[in-house]
């Protein structure tokens, strides 16, 4: 069946430092996929997404491109914040249906 | 635009008891969807609705779990009786169409004692 492999947690990482949360995956069709985030105390939101390969899927400072050779869609930003502690759920669907999630990566910055 | 809502934010019971969940999906959103979430995992579908039907049960444990979407709108997700390792978080998401993106609510804590 279709699958998402996260690296694991937690990440540790000082204010400005570089991010990247590595995201690969298994599907017998032809993915979409998604960065989801969870706050503290919050639901979970769509961060970013990709639905074909090469594509670049951003937001808030937040990339991560859909490379089809390698299976993978590492998430990265190239300067992170305090407020951007969370958990990050790596996911993919195909044709909309059948959503499978990662297992999470919780970040943590401290200032 | 209200969000997806749902209650009871925390419920406590105890093992062999009945629970029940509600979900009110966004206005307009054809599509919904229940996932449980245990702690320290992502979420797993359990359920997924287009309209009042259901598209994918694969992952619902049938012998304690169901679920239902009465008129298309409003979703319950029953469990009947409850085990230890049904405690998680019971996640409800909507979305409009196909290929839109899913909208989550709060999730409902179930813990099992």
């Known amino acids: 069946g279709d699958s998402v492999t996260q690296m694991e947690g937690p990440v540790t990482l000082s204010e400005e430092a570089f991010l990247t949360i590595n995201c690969t995956y298994t599907a017998t069709g032809y993915p979409s996929l998604f960065w989801y985030v969870q706050y503290p105390g919050e639901g979970l939101q769509l961060l970013l997404k990709a639905t074909k390969a090469d594509d670049k899927g951003s937001n808030k400072g937040f990339e991560a491109t859909y490379r089809k050779e390698t299976t993978s869609f590492h998430l990265e930003k190239g300067s992170v914040q305090v407020s951007d502690s969370a958990v990050y759920f790596c996911a993919l669907t195909v044709y909309g249906q059948n959503f499978v999630f990662g297992p999470g990566t919780r970040l943590s910055v401290l200032p | 635009e209200a969000g997806v809502a749902q209650s009871p934010r925390y419920k406590i019971i105890e093992k062999r008891q009945s629970v029940a969940f509600w979900c009110n999906p966004i206005?307009?959103?054809?599509?919904l969807y229940w996932y449980q979430q245990i702690l320290g995992q992502g979420p797993k579908l359990l359920i997924q609705f287009q309209n009042n039907g259901v598209v994918d049960d694969s992952q619902l444990p049938k012998d304690r779990f169901s679920a239902e979407r009465l008129k298309g709108v409003d979703s319950t997700l029953k469990i009947q009786p409850a085990k230890l390792e049904d405690s998680a978080v019971y996640l409800c998401?909507?979305?409009?169409?196909?290929?839109?993106?899913?909208?989550f609510g709060p999730g409902t804590r179930l813990t099992v004692l």
């Open positions: 998401a909507s979305k409009r169409a196909v290929f839109d993106e899913q909208f």
């Open positions: 206005s307009g959103h054809a599509t």
